[in-house]
């Protein structure tokens, strides 16, 4: 098991809070025509008030030093930060394609839920799928998140202070 492979762990995901679902959405279509790319991070539920085992995803984690263009996100690997609740990935299709391609199944198997948003950036325009790049359900949860202001504001000292390789 490769040292990205232990980035992820596999848990039951129950959903995507809402909010983040929207603010993915917005960032996407803010990034248009680049493609915006994110890795999902996730709260146990029952910190967000729900009465259930398993974990809501609530944050997108943009990563510093993403090189971004019309078709194509690079994730300078180095800079992902060692986070066990990194649970997939999310990133935008500037050209409204909303299928993997061939570049996203090489990366998909890392994480266990990808979700692919299409131009125009609306909120039935995106698709989720598993590792193996077949597309599956996601929920859209509608929780409270404890501060989304400082929930999505990570700053490079965030990074920096994840940032522990073994
Ligand atoms: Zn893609």
Redesign the pocket.
């Known amino acids: 098991m490769g040292l990205l492979d232990a980035l992820f762990r596999s848990s039951e995901i129950l959903g995507i809070a809402e909010e983040t679902l929207e603010f993915a959405l917005e960032s996407s279509s803010e990034t248009h025509p680049n ?1 915006y790319m994110g890795f999902l991070r996730g709260t146990e539920a029952s910190e967000l008030g729900l009465e259930r085992d398993g974990l809501v995803i609530t944050d997108v984690l943009v990563v510093p030093g993403t090189e971004t263009n019309s078709v ?2 690079t994730v300078r690997t180095n800079m992902i930060p060692n986070d066990v609740k990194a649970l997939g990935s999310i ?1 935008s ?1 500037p050209n409204g394609v909303v299928r ?2 061939d ?2 199944l090489e990366t998909f198997g890392r994480g266990s839920v990808h979700v ?1 948003i299409g131009a125009p950036y609306r909120r039935s325009d995106w698709q989720a799928f598993d590792s193996k790049g077949q597309p599956t359900q996601l929920n859209v949860i509608d929780v409270e998140l404890p501060d989304a202001e400082e929930f999505f504001d990570f700053t490079q000292a965030d990074i920096d202070e994840d940032l522990q390789w073994e």
């Open positions: 493609e194509s996100a990133h299709h993997p391609s570049a996203d692919i």
